[in-house]
T-cell receptor, first 113, second 110 residues
Framework: DQQVKQNSPSLSVQEGRISILNCDYTNSMFDYFLWYKKYPAEGPTFLISISSIKDKNEDGRFTVFLNKSAKHLSLHIVPSQPGDSAVYFCAALTQGGSEKLVFGKGTKLTVNP | EAQVTQNPRYLITVTGKKLTVTCSQNMNHEYMSWYRQDPGLGLRQIYYSMNVEVTDKGDVPEGYKVSRKEKRNFPLILESPSPNQTSLYFC?????????FGEGSRLTVL
């Protein structure tokens, strides 16, 4: 049973436009959510996170939105740049629990010049 | 520099030949974990460790062993590798949920 779902395996956008990556979760115990970015031949790197007590967190061009009632979060990248082309993983955990991160399968973002 | 170091980065081996992938972190993190990444399946957790001498199974532990004798090291052991363990492996350490990943170890089992 997949607790964290990224239903779009890939996404293609034009440079300068907005990229929206979506993530859904099923476990209502999750209270901390993270996005990781992965380039080929490198390990994933932390991008941005959000706690369940917030509905938005912004860091430069990256904003994560959380809709708890819908069990949905999204990552917005504005404006998108070719260097943003990577695989993005959504992850969730229950704070105070085992610290076990549950990952989605990832979405491959391609930003075209 | 804070980092997670894995070795080897690349390895081709044969079925049944025991191998160990080492992982070391210099951030004094208590939590460490191993993942494998396969096409279409994302990152799946193999084993994790909450602290020294404390290890537990992740989602896909079959065919793997780990040990945590000291805080900085968390080796992954394949006692008798099989072709279905051909994968890209990542070690990670964590501070309050934010995982720091190693660069990955690509393993091919023939």
């Amino acid at each position: 049973d997949q607790q964290v779902k990224q239903n779009s395996p890939s996404l293609s956008v034009q440079e300068g436009r907005i990229s929206i990556l979506n993530c859904d979760y099923t476990n209502s115990m999750f209270d901390y959510f993270l996005w990781y970015k992965k380039y080929p031949a490198e390990g994933p790197t932390f991008l941005i996170s959000i706690s369940s007590i917030k509905d938005k967190n912004e860091d430069g061009r990256f904003t994560v939105f959380l809709n708890k009632s819908a069990k949905h979060l999204s990552l917005h990248i504005v404006p998108s740049q070719p260097g943003d082309s990577a695989v993005y993983f959504c992850a969730a955990l229950t704070q105070g629990g085992s610290e076990k991160l549950v990952f989605g399968k990832g979405t491959k973002l391609t930003v075209n010049p | 520099e804070a980092q997670v170091t894995q070795n080897p980065r690349y390895l081709i081996t044969v079925t049944g030949k025991k191998l160990t992938v080492t992982c070391s972190q210099n951030m004094n993190h208590e939590y460490m974990s191993w993942y494998r990444q396969d096409p279409g399946l994302g990152l799946r957790q193999i084993y994790y460790s909450m602290n020294v001498e404390v290890t537990d199974k992740g989602d896909v532990p079959e065919g793997y062993k780990v040990s945590r004798k000291e805080k900085r090291n968390f080796p992954l052991i394949l006692e008798s590798p099989s072709p279905n363990q051909t994968s890209l492996y990542f070690c990670a350490s964590s501070f309050y949920g934010e995982l720091f990943f190693g660069e990955g170890s690509r393993l091919t089992v023939l």
